[in-house]
């Protein structure tokens, strides 16, 4: 027997003893109310499923997500360490921007195979590369090669910064395709029962254009 059906019988047996031992009602309706209170108990507990957390659904996706928040922290950190203003600037906004990428993927999993670069390649790379330019930067290296690699590097923060925004962006697309969608389709529902006149509609498609 399971947890759910042990605990309606001792609460459908407990509504008939109190009754009919501590009360001294009669057997019959005595069995009603035990009966009934199993029955609704029942009802009460079918309907309570405990919440499954992302580590018991999805134990490979809850371990990236865990590394990554480890490494948006790490970006997050290198921050003040950054003198050129324009890199701290791509870097603080990398790291809003991943935070949001992590949120949207922490409550639709069905967005992880988007994202296997993301973990796997792009914020590991990204962390070994910033941590790598303010080592440099801190030692002051002035040698060609490590001008070459400062100037590269700063280039590469902000290409970064625009296709992590475009990656975030690309998550949505299918949620905006369909919401599109449902507002061309309730448009045309509002039309069909003449709640809202067609020249309005029209207006406000021309309006989005």
Not at 50 to 75: D, F, G, M, V
Not at 161 to 188: C, G, H, P, Q, R
Request: without cysteine.
């Amino acid at each position: 027997m399971k947890n759910k059906e042990i605990a309606s019988a001792i609460i459908g047996a407990s509504f008939f003893a109190f009754p009919y031992l501590g009360l001294s009602i009669a057997l019959i309706p005595s069995i009603v109310m035990g009966a009934s209170a199993f029955g609704a108990s029942e009802l009460v507990l079918s309907g309570f499923k405990p919440k499954i957390t992302l580590k018991e659904s999805n134990r490979t996706l809850y371990e990236k997500i865990t590394i990554a928040k480890k490494q948006n922290k790490e970006i997050l950190s290198l921050v003040p360490k950054v003198e050129k203003e324009q890199t701290r600037i791509n870097l603080k906004e990398i790291h809003e921007t991943v935070s949001k990428i992590i949120g949207v993927v922490e409550n639709n999993n069905s967005k992880e195979k988007m994202l296997n670069n993301f973990f796997d390649y792009y914020l590991p790379v990204l962390i070994k590369i910033v941590n790598r330019y303010d080592e440099i930067e801190n030692q002051k290296l002035i040698s060609t090669d490590g001008k070459n690699f400062m100037n590269k590097a700063d280039k590469m923060i902000s290409d970064t910064n625009k296709s992590f925004k475009t990656i975030l962006s690309n998550l949505y697309e299918d949620d905006i395709i369909d919401a599109d969608a449902d507002m061309k389709v309730y448009n045309l529902m509002l039309k069909a029962d003449g709640i809202v006149e067609e020249n309005i509609v029209k207006g406000e498609e021309e309006s989005e254009k």
